[in-house]
T-cell receptor, first 110, second 114 residues
Framework: QKEVEQDPGPLSVPEGAIVSLNCTYS??????FMWYRQYSRKGPELLMY????GNKEDGRFTAQVDKSSKYISLFIRDSQPSDSATYLC??????????FGAGTQVVVTP | NAGVTQTPKFRILKIGQSMTLQCAQD?????MYWYRQDPGMGLKLIYY???????DKGEVPNGYNVSRSTTEDFPLRLELAAPSQTSVYFC?????????????FGPGTRLTVL
């Protein structure tokens, strides 16, 4: 079993729709949960960061962590074509080492 | 600040050749990491360093070596390149491994081994 599971998509939505992304993980020791956005042929950039369980909102983006279910989510409201990218979930282990999901490709069509 | 820089951007190697992927950061970060990303896959950690002179293996270290002689530079060495090492390589850095410390990624090096 992979430590972090993420559906690779692609996920295609019309502009203005809500994008819902999620990951499951197996290691209950993870405390820090991140979402990275990666545009084609670019390096990942940090989008959202959450510590332990709960919700975090930043503009159109909301990250949720449910540690009891080992499940994390990212919601993008009012999606824009510029949101088209691959979204990677990541969990931080010891020494800052990141464990990534496979990434979900999102396509927002005008 | 240039952030995290990587050279070269692209490289094609023949089986059995060697090369060094360069990574440098100008943010005075202590922690540096090398990841590889295969098509349709997430990033996997190859090696990491918590400071000059200190390195350790990640999840997929076989076929690679690293050194960290300065805070700024963290080169990744491939000896005897194999087709399985065809991938995109990302270097990242952070100030520490603390709660608020973000890892900044470089633009990547695309390597093909034929």
């Amino acid at each position: 079993q992979k430590e972090v599971e993420q559906d690779p998509g692609p996920l295609s939505v019309p502009e203005g729709a809500i994008v819902s992304l999620n990951c499951t993980y197996s290691n209950s020791a993870f405390q820090y949960f991140m979402w990275y956005r990666q545009y084609s042929r670019k390096g990942p950039e940090l989008l959202m960061y959450t510590y332990s369980s709960g919700n975090k909102e930043d503009g159109r983006f909301t990250a949720q962590v449910d540690k009891s279910s080992k499940y994390i989510s990212l919601f993008i409201r009012d999606s824009q074509p510029s949101d088209s990218a691959t979204y990677l979930c990541a969990m931080r282990g010891s020494w800052g080492k990141l464990q990534f999901g496979a990434g979900t490709q999102v396509v927002v069509t005008p | 600040n240039a952030g995290v820089t990587q050279t070269p951007k692209f490289r094609i190697l023949k089986i059995g050749q060697s090369m060094t992927l360069q990574c440098a950061q100008d943010m005075n970060h202590n922690y540096m990491y090398w990841y590889r990303q295969d098509p349709g896959m997430g990033l996997k950690l190859i090696y990491y360093s918590v400071g000059a002179g200190i390195t350790d293996k990640g999840e997929v270290p076989n076929g690679y070596n690293v050194s960290r002689s300065t805070t700024e530079d963290f080169p990744l060495r491939l000896e005897l390149a194999a087709p399985s090492q065809t991938s995109v390589y990302f270097c990242a850095s952070s100030y520490s491994s603390g709660r608020e410390d973000e890892q900044f990624f470089g633009p990547g090096t695309r390597l093909t081994v034929l």
